[in-house]
């Protein structure tokens, strides 16, 4: 129900722009989110935006360099990410819930992940 995508290989500095997109799920009615999972470690939150678009939240190594934001009208959430750095390379999800918060377990919908690889 949820796809993201906009993955790829990027150098150090770069930037890319993440898509979720929602099928047979009305991304307006929920709160979205983006985490990411490198190899080996937990996932983590990395941004999270209501469902007006008015409200954002970021995990604070992430906030001025990764901005969400959505477009209800096209039922897409974005994560432009800028500055990357190699330790961003993760497999990146978004997720729907009730609320912007940070524990993966507040989300009800996941999607499958895109890989984003920061090379240096």
């Known amino acids: ?13 770069g930037s890319l722009r993440l898509s979720c997109e929602a099928s047979g799920l009305t991304l307006s009615s929920n709160s979205i989110a983006w985490f990411r999972q490198a190899p080996g470690k937990e996932r983590e939150f ?20 990764f901005t969400i934001s959505r477009d209800n009208a096209k039922n897409t959430v974005y994560l432009q990410m800028n500055s990357l750095k190699p330790e961003d390379t993760a497999l990146y999800y978004c997720a729907a819930g009730s609320v912007p ?7 009800d919908y996941w999607g499958q992940g895109t890989l984003v690889t920061v090379s240096s």
Do not use: E, F, H, M
């Open 101 to 107: 918060t940070a524990p993966v377990s507040a989300y």
């Open 1 to 13: 129900q949820l796809q993201a995508s906009g993955g790829g290989l990027v150098q150090a500095g």
């Open 46 to 65: 990395v941004a999270a935006i209501n469902w007006r678009g008015i409200s954002t939240y970021y995990a604070g190594s992430r906030k001025g360099r």
